[in-house]
Each structure stands twice: as C-alpha cells, then as structure tokens.
C-alpha cells in the first residue's frame, strides 16, 4: 500500500499539520477550548482526510508515532495560544484505540512536562467502541483524572450500550454526535438530545454538540440547556496562527 509508506515519511518531510476548531460555551459564547484535528497535506495527491489515512496507520501500528507527535504538538500549540491572549484555553485531542494499548499514559505525562501545558487543559476524546472493556477504561480514567487530564466520550450515540458507559465510566464530557444535531429539528432527533444533555446535568458532566451548522441549531441546543457547541456555525477548523491573529484583531 503506497500510502502507508508515504505516511512514514510524512512526519519528517513537515506533511502533517493540526487545525483547531474552537468548542464555544453556547451561553456566553466564550471560546472554552479547541479541538485539534489532524491534517496531511500529501506532495501528490493534495489534502487526505484522517478518515482514510488514521484508519491506515491504526492497522500499521503508524498510530502510535503519528498519535504522539499530534499530542505534542497540540499541547505546545495550546500552550502558545495561552502566551498570546487566550488565557485558560484548553484542548481536546482524539485517540486512537491501539494508542491506548501501550505506555500511552506516560508519553502524555512527558508531553506534558516538556511543553508546560498544565494537565487540566487537556482533554482526550475516545469513542465509545474503544471502552467496551470497563474495567480496563474504568481504570485508565483514573489514572488520566490522577494525572489531571480530562476524557470525553467522541460520536456520542453512534456506539452501543451508551448508557452502561455513562453509568460505568468516569468520564467528564460527552461529545452529541453531529447526526442528532444535524436532525434537531425531527421530534424524534430533538428528544434523544434533549435526554443526552438531561442526563448530562444529572450525572455533571459536560455535554458538547457536535456539527452546528446553522443558527437554528445553536437556538435549539441553548433552549435545551446544551453547555457547549463546535461546529461551521462557529468556525471552521483553523491552524492556530490564524487563531492568534484573529484574536488579536478583534479584542
Ligand atoms: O477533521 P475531520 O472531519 O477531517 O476528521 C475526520 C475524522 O478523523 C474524525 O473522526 C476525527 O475524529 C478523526 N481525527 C482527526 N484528527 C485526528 C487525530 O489526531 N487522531 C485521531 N485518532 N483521529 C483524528
Ligand atoms: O469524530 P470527530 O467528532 O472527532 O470528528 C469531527 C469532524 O467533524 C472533523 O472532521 C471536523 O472537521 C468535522 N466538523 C466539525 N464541524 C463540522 C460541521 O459543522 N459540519 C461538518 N460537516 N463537519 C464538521
Ligand atoms: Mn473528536
Ligand atoms: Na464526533
């Protein structure tokens, strides 16, 4: 496969970088943190979406070494981003399942401490498939939470026996998958938001839409009581210069 031995060199030939899409507090509208999304940028073949290459090197075992310079760099950006106005922003970082399998807790530990961004504003997203095991997500929570880092649960819905993870797992975020939003509008859609975000503020834990595209969509998740929304409505995922630039233009 052409691709995957592309993919080793991306890293050390500066293909592969992160955009940032902002996570805005739907009651203030304050930007709470961003979600660091991974881009290549091939020399042929132009833009290759994550959806096709991530699923190639979680079967490499490329993952591992693609998932930690993501991890680096998302801390380091986020950590510049801090030095230049945005005070307490944070980061929400995907993982990959088979990251999860080796010492993964340790590199984000030395992520940590060699880019000085303080644990609490890191958060990792997982999808639900990943945590089918309890007892071995159950623990690996715990450590991250010992550690200071934060776990969403990604694509909200889309997996199976979601509510035995919220009630199992020790999670802090839920991430609504962009499908209900995209629906809000269909009685049905609206009342498994309504319920996922109920459930949310009964278990306190933060419940994030997915996939706001238009204001309709923002003014039903706010009459619902939804904390936080992403989405094109907001932004579009950006690289974080263009963040501090835009920043410092508008305040
Ligand atoms: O940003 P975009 O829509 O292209 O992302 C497509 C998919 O790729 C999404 O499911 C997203 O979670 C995933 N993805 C994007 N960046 C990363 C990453 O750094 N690591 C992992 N594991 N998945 C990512
Ligand atoms: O699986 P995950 O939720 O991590 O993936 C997020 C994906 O959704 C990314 O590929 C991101 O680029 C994409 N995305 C973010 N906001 C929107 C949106 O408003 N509309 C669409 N179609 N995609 C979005
Ligand atoms: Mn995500
Ligand atoms: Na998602």
Not at 30 to 54: C, Q, T, V, Y
Not at 133 to 158: P, W
Not at 165 to 192: C, G, M, V, Y
Request: glycine residues 6%; hydrophobic residues 40%.
């Amino acid at each position: 496969m052409t691709l995957e031995i592309d993919l080793e060199k991306a890293i050390s030939e500066n293909q592969l970088f992160l955009v940032f899409q902002p996570i805005h507090c739907l009651n203030s509208g304050n930007i709470d943190k961003f979600e660091a999304l991974l881009r290549w940028k091939h020399p042929r073949l132009g833009m290759i979406s994550p959806n096709e290459f991530i699923t190639i090197a979680e079967d490499t075992g490329q993952i591992n070494k693609i998932g930690k310079w993501v991890l680096r760099k998302a801390c380091k950006e986020t950590k510049k981003l801090q030095q230049n106005g945005l005070n307490g922003i944070g980061v929400a970082v995907n993982v990959s399942s088979r990251q999860l399998e080796s010492s993964f807790i340790t590199i984000v530990e030395e992520i940590l401490e060699k880019t000085g961004l303080e644990a609490k504003y890191l958060e990792l997203e997982i999808t639900e498939s990943i945590m089918q095991n309890i007892d071995t997500s159950v623990r690996m929570i715990q450590n991250f939470h010992e550690l200071g880092v934060k776990i969403a649960i990604d694509d909200f819905g889309t997996g199976y026996s979601s509510l035995f993870l919220l009630r199992d797992l020790p999670i802090d975020t839920i991430k609504i998958d962009k499908a209900f939003i995209d629906e809000i509008n269909d009685i049905k859609s609206q009342s498994i938001v309504k319920t996922i975000i109920d459930i949310g503020m009964n278990l306190d834990l933060r419940v994030v839409a997915e996939g706001i595209e238009h204001d309709w969509q923002k003014e039903a998740l706010n009459d619902l009581q939804c904390d936080f929304g992403q989405g094109y409505f907001f932004s579009k995922p950006i690289p974080s210069d263009e963040i501090i630039m835009n920043w410092n233009r508008v305040f």
